[in-house]
C-alpha cells in the first residue's frame, strides 16, 4: 500500500500567485488533515475532515481552502500566497476522528513563497 | 481543555546510554497519547501509543513509554540510543471522539558518537 501521498514534494511561488497540494491516501481512512510545520512551532492544524463532504478548520485556517469529495483526496489550496504561508505542509489520515486513531502522515510538501 | 508540553527542545545523549524524552500533559478526561518520531526530511511515524489499557507502552525501536496520571507525564525513554535514533520526536494528546489533536513542539533528539 502506498499509504498517503503527497505531492509535490517542492514547490516555488511568488506572492499572489495560488496553487493546490494534493493529497491521496488508499487506507479507507474516514479522516483526513492538513498540518503546517514551522521551525519551534510544532505541527499546527490548518483544516480537517472527519467524512467525504465534511470539512472544518483547524487551528491556522486563514489563507487555506480545502474540499472532500471523496474518501482518498484531500487537496489543500492555497488561493493568494504570501510570504508567511512559507512552510513544510504534511497531510495526516487516520481510521477515525480524534481518540484512539493513529494518524498516517506523508512525506510533506516544502513549499516557499517568494 | 487538552494541552501538551515537551520539556526539552533539544536532547543530546552518547550513543549507547539511555535516552529520556519529557512530556506533560493537560486533559480533562482520559486522554489518548502518542509519541511519534520525524527524520530530516520526512513524515512522522508512530513510535507507540497509551490508550488507556497497560500504562507502561512499548513501542517500536527498543522506546517504551510510561503514562503516570498522578505527575501528568507520558515520558519516551529507550535503554540505549542508536546512530538511528537522531530525529524529532513529538508528543500528541487527544481526547474523545471529536477533539482535535493536539502535537507539542517536539524535541530534537542528538546522538553523540
Known amino acids: 500500500n502506498a499509504g498517503v501521498t503527497q505531492t509535490p514534494k517542492f514547490q516555488v511561488l511568488k506572492t499572489g500567485q495560488s496553487m493546490t497540494l494534493q493529497c491521496a491516501q488508499d487506507m479507507n481512512h474516514e479522516y483526513m488533515s492538513w498540518y503546517r510545520q514551522d521551525p519551534g512551532m510544532g505541527l499546527r492544524l490548518i483544516h480537517y475532515?472527519?467524512?467525504?463532504?465534511?470539512?472544518d478548520q483547524g487551528e491556522v485556517p486563514n489563507g487555506y481552502n480545502v474540499s472532500r469529495s471523496t474518501t482518498e483526496d484531500f487537496p489543500l489550496r492555497l488561493l493568494s500566497a504570501a510570504p508567511s504561508q512559507t512552510s513544510v505542509y504534511f497531510c495526516?489520515?487516520?481510521?477515525?476522528?480524534?481518540?484512539?486513531?493513529?494518524?498516517?502522515f506523508g512525506n510533506g510538501t516544502r513549499l516557499t513563497v517568494t | 481543555a487538552q494541552s501538551v508540553t515537551q520539556l526539552d527542545s533539544h536532547v543530546s545523549v552518547s550513543e549507547g546510554t539511555p535516552v529520556l524524552l519529557r512530556c506533560n500533559y493537560s486533559?480533562?478526561?482520559?486522554?489518548?497519547l502518542f509519541w511519534y518520531v520525524q527524520h530530516p526530511n520526512k513524515g512522522l511515524q508512530l513510535l507507540l501509543k497509551y490508550t488507556s489499557a497497560a500504562t507502561l507502552v512499548k513501542g517500536i525501536n527498543g522506546f517504551e513509554a510510561e503514562f503516570k496520571k498522578s505527575e501528568t507525564s507520558f515520558h519516551l525513554t529507550k535503554p540505549s540510543a542508536h546512530m538511528s535514533d537522531a530525529a524529532e520526536y513529538f508528543c500528541v494528546v487527544s481526547e474523545g471522539r471529536d477533539d482535535k489533536i493536539i502535537f507539542g513542539k517536539g524535541t530534537r533528539l542528538h546522538i553523540l558518537p
Open positions: 475532515s472527519v467524512g467525504a463532504g465534511i470539512t
Open positions: 495526516a489520515s487516520s481510521y477515525s476522528a480524534g481518540g484512539n486513531s493513529p494518524l498516517h
Open positions: 486533559s480533562s478526561y482520559s486522554p489518548s
